[in-house]
């Protein structure tokens, strides 16, 4: 059991490690066959300026306005994302109030709702969060709205047959039911708050690693672009896996199957257990004659045997 994780964490370290190699040798040489590798700063290089970023409180503050912004636009959208989905699935007037609008908004890109943010709100920190919370909003609401349509009719008959109402439905089938459909549609929305928050800064942001990552670029500091992008790369790993765990922690409840690349997972089969003979009375009846027809088969056999 111990060898397993371990022996599955060297592979992927070792899968980063070549990675990390490959870059340093194709930029150090400089290759430029189809691609110009050139261009690029090494990993030393970027190694180098992240040291230096880590050292000044710039960096710092950059992290923290971008978790801020992107923890507030989050939760704002988690709560809304599944309030909706959940009324717009349960509710036939909600759907034909809210669903038109929604069809219409939700293909629009969330970065392009910036110009829309610059107007509306007083200041850039609050067009931001509306940025984000929106970009995460619409994955959450479709994924909820699918998972609680297609909940099964007969837990929620079975919840009104013992006298529960509408909250009790809501509290001990709905959402425990749907929970696997909201977390999937949560993991989606967090990558994609990422992705609308890092743009955001460099539109119309002050400080977030965005914003930094922008200012690198227009004075050609290479490494320090690269250092911003990294930065975005674990900053987005950590919180999906954040938000993975938690939705394994809410639905613990559910079976699990290990899952086998290549092939399918292993069942255990039971094991059956030997038959036993069970003496009834047609049974003692027939044993002596059967008892006498192996004497008489083994006596045919002996005379067999002479007469060769």
């Known amino acids: 059991m111990t060898q397993r994780p371990l022996a599955q964490y060297a592979l992927r370290a070792a899968s980063l490690a070549t990675a990390l190699g490959l870059w340093q040798v194709l930029t150090s040489l400089d290759v430029d066959l189809w691609l110009r590798f050139s261009q690029f700063p090494t990993v030393t290089d970027v190694a180098?300026?992240?040291?230096d970023r880590l050292s000044g409180a710039d960096y710092w503050t950059d992290l923290t306005d971008s978790l801020t912004?992107?923890?507030?636009g989050f939760?704002?959208?988690a709560v809304?994302?599944?309030?909706?989905g959940v009324l717009v699935a349960r509710s036939r007037l909600a759907e034909d109030l809210l669903?038109?609008?929604?069809?219409?908004?939700r293909p629009i890109p969330a970065i392009a709702l910036v110009p829309v943010a610059i107007l509306l709100f007083p200041s850039n920190e609050q067009g931001i969060v509306f940025i984000t919370c929106t970009a995460a909003f619409f994955p959450v609401l479709v994924s909820t709205r699918h998972a609680v349509r297609a909940l099964t009719p007969v837990w929620e008959e079975a919840v009104r047959t013992l006298g529960g109402g509408r909250l009790r439905i809501l509290g001990s089938v709905v959402l425990p039911g749907a929970l696997p459909g909201i977390f999937g549609g949560l993991s989606v929305g967090i990558g994609v708050s990422w992705i609308c928050v890092i743009s955001a800064e460099m539109i119309s942001g002050q400080y977030?690693?965005?914003?930094?990552?922008w200012q690198d670029y227009t004075v050609v500091n290479y490494p320090g672009v690269f250092v911003g992008m990294v930065t975005i790369g674990v900053l987005g790993w950590v919180t999906s896996t954040a938000v993975e765990l938690l939705g394994r922690r809410l639905t613990r409840w559910l079976p699990r199957t290990s899952y086998v690349p290549g092939g399918r997972p292993r069942t255990a089969v039971p094991r059956l257990a030997a038959p036993v003979a069970v003496k009834t009375e047609s049974n003692a009846e027939n044993q002596p004659e059967a008892q006498h027809q192996g004497h008489d088969e083994t006596e045919q056999e002996a005379r067999d045997e002479h007469l060769v």
């Open 48 to 51: 180098r300026a992240f040291a």
């Open 69 to 72: 912004r992107i923890l507030t």
């Open 75 to 77: 939760a704002l959208a």
């Open 80 to 84: 809304l994302g599944v309030a909706t």
């Open 99 to 105: 669903g038109p609008v929604l069809e219409v908004v």
């Open 208 to 213: 977030g690693v965005g914003y930094r990552t």
